[in-house]
């Protein structure tokens, strides 16, 4: 038993030193194969691991290298459609630009269609079909949205595919959004629909309109629409004055016929460029140059140029300067103080205080000797202002002004749009010239002929876009949030959306809904504004291919922080990979010099062993015979 149990050892110790394995076969150390079985399992599933991780960084690198290729090309674009874009180049160059922008299309539109081992990486899960397809008639998106998820660590899984909608077709903007149609004020428009549809702040229902004959209290508190604010200017007295909606077609114009002329009713807010007169404390002197004789003058209750005259001559007449009177200067917008004694006074008109500058803003300051003639007072011809502090109804209005001459032209109102607004009211009133336009949303196409509107006084913002919706190719039209446009949006982000002209005229553009919301769709309408060599669509494309450019650079990120997370997981798999092999080495490896040593010694003893079984088993003669 002896010579076979050292036999064993000497053998089990041989195998160890020629393979350098501690553990040959389950027997040798039944625990520890079981945990090196469960160390090998956890080494196939880390290079499981790190083959899908290689693959995830081949597909997201291809990835990102299509991305950067298209923000170039979008770059290229865009440079094209500056130079091109003014007034600098001629017909022909713009013909050759065309061709440029049709090969940038192309570019663009390979790098979408990018493979990885014969699969398109930016069609979702349908990776045997190109994702954008681009044909005459349009483009489309044919990919899916469902997602390619790889397993890069046990229960992780990274997504590696892009889908190249939301950077080719998926819109950027929405065409028309901030465009503005210019409605006109009409008489029957409704308060509300003013500044935006923020409306009229009513207050107490009263501003002031000053002219040069008066000032006067506009009551416009039942006011609803623009004829009964009219109607409130109109009806209040206002000698030679007239409102009306003015030229322009977005405001209100107040003119007055009378000469520019100031008269006893003018407010003294209106002199000197409408900064008016000083009346604090509103006091001044008229004295004689020997000092006999003195009045003060005190205007701080006047409120016209009648009253500091009334004030003057009752002052004078008080303090027995006698004969002395003053008016309007005839033919001038100045004071004229006459003295009509046989023998004048010497008079000096001089301020009350070191610091008042009420007799100067009269000009009336100096000596006189018979007559004086002010300084001209500069008057505003028609003066605006609010009824009260706090009042916003005359700012509201547009009235909150002043001007030197006749007419007085308020500010651009900004009536809203609304589907009731007539197309002819447009363009500040002017209207706008409607033809054909023409509508692509993918592989559908459609023309519009919008001309019988231009010919319906009745037509209506209603009418406009009911005949865009009803074109039968997906599309909306509705009033923009601002209210100030209508804006056209496809029913689905899939398909390229271009809105054109159909004829030589500019109907889209002057809609403000021309162009293309997304990439490949704005490429083509450069190509075709360079064909067409009109400038303004060639500038139409400038905003897209910004925009275009900020969702590229977001989707660039996305993929490039999925490569960042797959770089993290492989620098961790690496560290796990060394781990799970030193633990597996210290399991199955033999220590050598160790084995060597046993070895040596297993071999003594077994050959001892068979010695001693050899001296005490002696073979006899009759061993041999049986």
Do not use: C
């Not at 000497?10 to 039944?30: H, V, W, Y």
């Not at 006067?216 to 004829?227: E, G």
């Amino acid at each position: 038993m002896n010579l076979a149990s050292s036999a064993s050892r000497f053998l089990k110790l041989q195998t160890a030193s020629s393979s350098g394995k501690r553990i040959n076969r389950p027997s040798d150390d039944p625990l520890g194969i079981i945990k090196d079985l469960g160390y090998r399992s956890r080494l196939s599933e880390v290079n499981q691991y790190y083959l899908n991780i290689s693959h995830s960084k081949s597909w997201l690198t291809y990835g990102d290298q299509a991305l950067n290729d298209i923000n170039g090309f979008i770059v290229e674009a865009k440079d094209l459609a500056i130079q091109l874009g003014n007034d600098t180049y001629d017909r022909n160059a713009r013909i050759s630009g065309a061709t440029q922008a049709r090969e940038l299309f192309n570019q663009i539109l390979n790098a979408a269609n990018t493979q990885y081992r014969n699969r398109y990486i930016f069609a979702g899960s349908k990776t045997n079909v190109p994702p954008i397809l681009a044909t005459a008639a349009g483009i489309i998106y044919q990919g899916d949205y469902r997602d390619i998820m790889m397993e890069i660590e046990n229960g992780s899984y990274l997504k590696i595919n892009a889908f190249a909608r939301d950077f080719i077709t998926k819109p950027v903007l929405t065409l028309g959004e901030n465009f503005d149609l210019n409605p006109g004020i009409q008489p029957n428009m409704w308060l509300s629909e003013l500044n935006s549809g923020h409306g009229i702040n009513m207050g107490n229902g009263r501003f002031i309109i000053n002219t040069l004959n008066g000032s006067y209290s506009i009551d416009a508190s039942a006011a609803v629409n623009i004829q009964h604010i009219l109607d409130a200017i109109n009806g209040a007295g206002i000698f030679n004055l007239t409102a009306s909606i003015s030229d322009n077609g977005n405001s209100l114009q107040l003119v007055d016929t009378s000469p520019h002329q100031i008269t006893l009713g003018t407010p003294l807010s209106m002199l000197n460029g409408g900064t008016g007169v000083s009346r604090v404390p509103g006091t001044f002197v008229v004295r004689t140059s020997d000092g006999s004789l003195s009045a003060t003058i005190d205007i701080s209750a006047a409120t016209t140029v009648g009253d500091v005259i009334t004030a003057i001559n009752d002052g004078l007449a008080a303090a027995g300067i006698n004969n002395v009177t003053a008016s309007i200067h005839p033919t001038e917008n100045r004071l004229l103080l006459t003295d009509t004694n046989p023998t004048f006074y010497n008079l000096v008109i001089e301020e009350s205080g070191g610091n008042q500058t009420t007799a100067a803003d009269l000009g009336i300051v100096g000596e006189m000797v018979g007559v004086m003639e002010g300084q001209m007072l500069n008057p505003m011809h028609i003066q605006v202002t609010e009824s009260a502090a706090g009042q916003t109804l005359a700012a509201d209005l547009g009235l909150l002004k002043e001007t030197e001459f006749g007419t007085l032209i308020g500010g651009d109102l900004n009536p809203r749009l609304t589907y009731f607004t007539l197309l002819s009211s447009l363009n500040n009133n002017s209207g706008i010239t409607l033809g054909k336009i023409r509508i692509t949303n993918g592989l559908e196409s459609t023309d519009i002929d919008l001309s019988p509107l231009s010919n319906d006084p009745n037509a209506t913002i209603l009418d406009l876009v009911d005949m865009i919706n009803r074109s039968g190719i997906g599309v909306s039209a509705y009033i923009n949030p601002s209210r100030t446009g209508i804006m056209v949006r496809s029913r689905y982000d899939d398909r390229s959306l271009m809105i054109t002209e159909a004829d030589s005229g500019r109907t889209a553009s002057a809609l403000g809904i021309f162009g293309s919301p997304d990439l490949l769709g704005n490429m083509r309408i450069l190509e075709q504004a360079l064909m067409r060599d009109r400038t303004e669509e060639i500038n139409s494309t400038l905003k897209t291919f910004d925009l275009s450019l900020s969702q590229l650079l977001r989707n660039r990120s996305e993929l490039g922080a999925r490569e960042i997370t797959s770089e993290s997981t492989q620098a961790r798999m690496e560290t796990q990979e060394l781990e799970v092999t030193r633990q597996l080495s210290e399991i199955e490896d033999a220590d050598i010099l160790k084995v060597i040593t046993d070895l040596a010694t297993a071999e003594t003893i077994y050959k001892t062993s068979l010695a001693s079984a050899a001296r005490i088993i002696q073979p006899s003669l009759l061993d041999f015979l049986r």
